[in-house]
């Protein structure tokens, strides 16, 4: 397997990965969770965005420009989760242009934070590794894949739901982002660091 291959398949993996990921995962379906299949574009969008932000504090700190403090990021990473299922939770069902550009800032904005989270397990799998191009884009599009395949889910269950079994839109987005919420505070009372 060349270099290319084998950090595709760990990006791909490590956002899949729902025993130790389930958190970029609930974040991912938190972003989703206002939109239906046919806002299949906007979605993706807010994925690329997602990945932008996190490629660009993944590269920054495997690089070592940048540092911060692991535990504050472990700790973010829920706040992340929680801040975009409660906005969900007061939004209107209806999307406005306004709406769907929060929604790309959060994307991008937490996709830093993200990143950050992210890094450390980057840097160990790198090493010392003098060239970290390749590896870095490759494990990027293999993120980039996995939250695409978390998506359809997403949208594939939705689908079901809202429009074959006619579950009100707003229900579905109701308890999916309370639930979320709900998990986010656990998460954070869990990575509680002070």
């Known amino acids: 397997m060349g270099q290319f291959e084998l950090y595709f398949q760990l990006g791909k993996e490590h956002i899949l990965d729902y025993k130790h990921g389930y958190d970029h995962i609930l974040f ?10 046919r806002d299949w574009k906007k979605i993706l969008i807010l994925v690329t965005a997602f990945t932008i932000g996190h490629s ?15 535990e504050l990021i472990e700790f973010l990473i829920p706040v992340t989760i929680f801040i ?29 934070i993200h990143g950050m989270g992210f890094s450390n397990y980057l840097k160990t ?10 590896p870095l884009f490759a494990f990027n599009v293999g993120l980039e894949l996995g939250q695409i395949i978390i998506v359809s889910i997403f949208l594939i269950i939705s689908f079901i739901l809202v ?29 509680i660091f002070w």
Request: overall charge positive.
């Open 28 to 37: 991912i379906v938190a972003l989703c969770a206002v939109y239906l299949m």
């Open 56 to 70: 660009i504090t993944l590269a920054l700190s495997t690089l070592e420009v940048i540092s911060f403090n692991q």
């Open 84 to 112: 975009t299922a409660a906005s969900n939770i007061f939004r209107s069902t209806e999307l406005s242009d306004r709406t769907t550009y929060i929604n790309y800032g959060y994307a991008l904005f937490f996709g830093l």
């Open 125 to 134: 799998i790198l090493g010392k590794s003098g060239n970290i191009v390749t």
């Open 163 to 191: 429009d074959l079994f006619t579950v009100n839109r707003r229900d579905w987005k109701m308890v999916l982002s309370a639930a979320i919420a709900g998990m986010a505070l656990l998460l954070m009372k869990d990575k």
